[in-house]
C-alpha cells in the first residue's frame, strides 16, 4: 500500500513518524475520514470544512490547503486502486526535540500530516441488513467532543465493552441522556419521527448526520433534534446511527431490549437508501 507523509508517497513500511511527534506523545492532533465510493469520495467539503474548524479549535494549521489536500486524496485514491472504503487523514502537532507541555512555535515546528486508504466493501452490508445491537455506557470522555481529535482512548474502550457484552456497539450516556456512539451519532424514531441529539461541545458534529438531516428534510421526514434518554430509545419504533464509513446504520436493540419487531425499520431502511444515492451522486 502507498501512503502520504508530509509530502511524500511512500510504501507503508517505509513511512516515518519521529517518536517526538505530539501526536504519538499527547494525542495532540485531528483527523477525518472520508468514505470513497466509485473511486470517488463522498460529502468531501464536509469533511474539510470540519477539520478546519478542529484545527481553529486546536491553534494548529495545516501544511496544506484543502485544493492540496483534495488532490493528496485522488492520487493515494489512485494509486491503491481505491473503488470503495475510504481514505483516513490526519494532522499532528509535529514533533519538537522533547517532550514539553507547551505548544511548539508552528514556524519551527511543522505539523505532521499522513494519510493512508483503506478499500473495504462497503455499499453492500450484511450488517446494515439484519441491523446491530448497543449497549449503553458512561460518557467518559473529555468535555470538547466537538473537536475530532486523534484521542479515542474511551471510544475504543467502549466498543471492548460492547464487545463483552455481545454487542456491536455503544451508546454513551451523560446525565441520563445518550449523547452518540462510540464513533457514530445515534438516532431514534418514534411515531415516524427522527429524533436525535442536537448540536453541542458534547457531540461530534457529524457529517453524514448533516446530510441525512438534509435529505430527510428534504424527504418530507419529521425531525426533532434534542436529547433523548436510554429508556426513551428502549421504547422507539426503530434506531439507527450515522458515519461516514458506516452511512446509515440501522440498531435493533439495546440494552437486549428489542425495537419494534427487531428487524431494521422501515425509516433507517429508507434513509440508507436515500443517503447513498444523494451521496454518491454528489460525490467527487
Ligand atoms: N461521533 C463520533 C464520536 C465519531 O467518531 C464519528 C465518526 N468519526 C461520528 C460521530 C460520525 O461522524 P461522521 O458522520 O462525520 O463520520
Redesign the pocket.
Known amino acids: 500500500r502507498s501512503v502520504y507523509v508530509n509530502g511524500d508517497y511512500l510504501p507503508e513500511t517505509e513511512a516515518r513518524v519521529s517518536i517526538f511527534d505530539r501526536g504519538f506523545l499527547f494525542a495532540d492532533g485531528v483527523y477525518e475520514?472520508a468514505s470513497v465510493v466509485g473511486g470517488k469520495l463522498l460529502d468531501f467539503h464536509g469533511h474539510t470544512a470540519?477539520l478546519q474548524r478542529s484545527l481553529k479549535e486546536l491553534e494548529l494549521r495545516s501544511p496544506v490547503d484543502m485544493d492540496e489536500l483534495l488532490a493528496i486524496h485522488r492520487e493515494l485514491i489512485a494509486r491503491n486502486a481505491v473503488d470503495e472504503g475510504m481514505v483516513y487523514m490526519q494532522i499532528t502537532r509535529g514533533a519538537p526535540g522533547d517532550r514539553d507541555f507547551h505548544f511548539p512555535d508552528p514556524e519551527q515546528v511543522p505539523p505532521t500530516l499522513v494519510m493512508f486508504t483503506q478499500s473495504k466493501q462497503i455499499v453492500a452490508s450484511k450488517t446494515a441488513e439484519t441491523g446491530i445491537k448497543v449497549i449503553s455506557i458512561d460518557d467518559l470522555r473529555w468535555a470538547r467532543?466537538d473537536i475530532?481529535t486523534v484521542q479515542l482512548l474511551y471510544?475504543s474502550m467502549a466498543k471492548m465493552a460492547a464487545e463483552k457484552a455481545g454487542a456491536d456497539d455503544a451508546w454513551m450516556v451523560e446525565d441520563g441522556f445518550v449523547t452518540?456512539?462510540?464513533?457514530?451519532?445515534a438516532y431514534i424514531v418514534k411515531n415516524g419521527k427522527i429524533i436525535t441529539r442536537q448540536l453541542g461541545t458534547e457531540?461530534?458534529p457529524?457529517?453524514?448526520?448533516a446530510a441525512v438531516l438534509k435529505y430527510a428534510a428534504e424527504a418530507q421526514m419529521e425531525i426533532e433534534e434534542r436529547a433523548f434518554t436510554v429508556e426513551e430509545a428502549k421504547e422507539a419504533d426503530e434506531a439507527f446511527y450515522?458515519?461516514?464509513?458506516a452511512f446509515v446504520m440501522p440498531v435493533v436493540s439495546v440494552d437486549g431490549v428489542s425495537l419494534g419487531d427487531g428487524l431494521p425499520g422501515p425509516v433507517s431502511r429508507r434513509l440508507r437508501e436515500i443517503y447513498l444515492d444523494e451521496a454518491v451522486k454528489t460525490a467527487i
Open positions: 475520514v470540519r467532543r475530532k471510544a452518540e456512539g462510540s464513533s457514530n451519532n457531540i461530534l457529524g457529517i453524514t448526520r450515522t458515519s461516514a464509513s
